[in-house]
T-cell receptor, first 108, second 116 residues
């Protein structure tokens, strides 16, 4: 089976940088994804790491260390619209199992 | 077309009703998923279809019955549901079944189900 851990809440101010960590225990690991979900909306894909290292997509970056079973999502130049829930998800073969989610609140 | 379309967006049903949720994608993806999401919780995997065949059933009660009529369509048939089944039901698709390079799930907007 798979289990994932994330902080439940993070608060930061506009323009700041925030890091959301994810640790996982799993069998059959393919990669780690990150999703954003606004209240009332569907999850939207942010990034995916199949290999160790940093992936950068605009203001968002994601990091993976397979040996440590650890990854993080880095959000830079925070904006109010970044207030949402963020989920890490382990891909194990054909299934994707989601972490508990981190609620990010961006303050003015 | 990079959309996954789900209908209906909202559904209210009684415990004796039979209803269906529908999902459609035209991206050529061969893996399709049903997830259930309760408020302030993560999406919880229910079923995975791979090449139109059921490959994963996460011990979902039989009152939920999935169906994949073709590579573009996915249905979830609902019968004799309980009030605790009220949730957002999300359909998703992905393109890479065995290639670990692909890690993106494309989600529909969801069907919000209320069971009275």
């Amino acid at each position: 089976g798979q289990s994932l851990e994330q902080p439940s809440e993070v608060t930061a101010v506009e323009g700041a940088i925030v890091q959301i960590n994810c640790t996982y225990q799993t069998s059959g690991f393919y990669g780690l994804s990150w999703y954003q979900q606004h209240d009332g909306g569907a999850p939207t894909f942010l990034s995916y790491n199949a290999l160790d290292g940093l992936e950068e997509t605009g203001r968002f970056s994601s990091f993976l260390s397979r040996s440590d079973s650890y990854g993080y999502l880095l959000l830079q130049e925070l904006q109010m619209k970044d207030s949402a829930s963020y989920f890490c998800a382990v891909r194990g073969g054909q299934n994707f199992v989601f972490g508990p989610g981190t609620r990010l609140s961006v303050l003015p | 077309d990079t959309e996954v379309t789900q209908t209906p967006k909202h559904l209210v049903m009684g415990m004796t009703n039979k209803k269906s949720l529908k999902c459609e994608q035209h991206m050529g993806h061969r893996a399709m998923y049903w997830y259930k999401q309760k408020a302030k919780k993560p999406p919880e995997l229910m079923f995975v279809y791979s090449y139109e065949k059921l490959s994963i059933n996460e011990s979902v009660p039989s009152r939920f019955s999935p169906e994949c009529p073709n590579s573009s369509l996915l249905n979830l048939h609902l019968h004799a549901l309980q009030p605790e089944d009220s949730a957002l039901y999300l359909c998703a698709s992905s393109q890479g079944l065995l290639d670990r390079v692909y890690g993106e799930l494309f989600f529909g907007e969801g069907s919000r189900l209320t069971v009275l």
